[in-house]
């Protein structure tokens, strides 16, 4: 597996960057030629990751959010989304549909939507430390050197 | 973004735009406060205009249906266009029979 492409981003977590950072990581794939439902897949997985830095994460502060997009030779995008906040205690938990720590009105979907949006989602945590959530997802239309 | 209609007992909430956790708070504030205040036996929510959303919209559907509920009217989401029908799908909504 080759890396092909990639790119970083950093931005600080605020919430009217959810649009901007689902906005670049789409751009940044569109040089794969990714079908409308497969952008809006990736679309939708990063609002997800983002948001969650936003509320989870930092949520009495402003702290940067960290992307970073790889594009393999085999068409496979791996986008990881970091951030330096409070972390998870129970991942395993954590990513159950329905389950939430959230007061507010949230449904606690986000790692279900993560998860049969993209093909592969791995969570990485230290309590105190930050997260680390890294998605794949392969597109099989078409091929990056075709291009 | 959304606009609100009145009329027949029914409150139409249609929604534009994208839908995340930045724009549900004043979607959300305005819907809730027409809920109260017309008391309507259903609420309709029209995702005809919506071109993007995440489980925030999800959490934005399932807190309409409580807060309609609370003034003893029905929620309804219609509309959905294709692009959505899998996050949709996904919440299991489907199971509340709201959708039309
Ligand atoms: N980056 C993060 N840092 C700290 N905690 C997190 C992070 N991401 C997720 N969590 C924890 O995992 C839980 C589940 O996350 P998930 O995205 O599935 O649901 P949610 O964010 O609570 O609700 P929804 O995404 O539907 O709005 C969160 O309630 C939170 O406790
Ligand atoms: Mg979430």
Request: aromatic share 6%; hydrophobic share 40%.
């Amino acid at each position: 597996m080759k890396i092909v492409n990639e790119m970083n981003l950093n931005f600080e977590s605020r919430s009217y960057n959810e649009s901007f950072a689902r906005s670049a990581v789409s751009a940044f794939v569109l040089c794969l030629d990714p079908t409308i439902a497969e952008l809006s897949d990736i679309k939708t997985a990063v609002s997800e990751a983002v948001t969650n830095c936003i509320v989870h994460a930092y949520p009495d502060t402003i702290g940067t959010i960290y992307i970073n997009v790889r594009i393999t030779d085999q068409n496979r995008i791996i986008i990881k989304i970091r951030d330096k906040g409070v972390g998870i205690e129970n991942i395993k938990q954590a990513m159950e549909p329905l389950y939430t720590t959230s007061s507010d009105e949230r449904a606690g979907l986000g790692f279900a939507v993560m998860q049969s949006f993209t093909d592969k989602v791995k969570v990485r945590s230290k309590v105190g430390a930050g997260t680390t959530v890294t998605m794949e997802k392969i597109l099989y239309r078409t091929s990056y050197d075709k291009r | 973004m959304v606009e609100t209609k009145f009329s027949d007992d029914v409150l139409t909430a249609k929604l534009y735009g994208e839908i995340d956790h930045h724009k549900a708070p004043s979607i959300r504030q305005k819907i809730d406060g027409q809920t109260e205040s017309l008391r309507p036996k259903e609420l309709h929510l029209d995702f005809s205009g919506v071109s993007f959303m995440d489980s925030s919209g999800i959490g934005l559907i399932m807190g309409r249906y409580r807060q309609v509920s609370l003034v003893g009217g029905k929620l309804k989401v219609i509309n959905v266009p294709k692009n959505l029908q899998k996050i949709i799908s996904l919440s299991g909504i489907d199971s509340l029979g709201v959708l039309k």
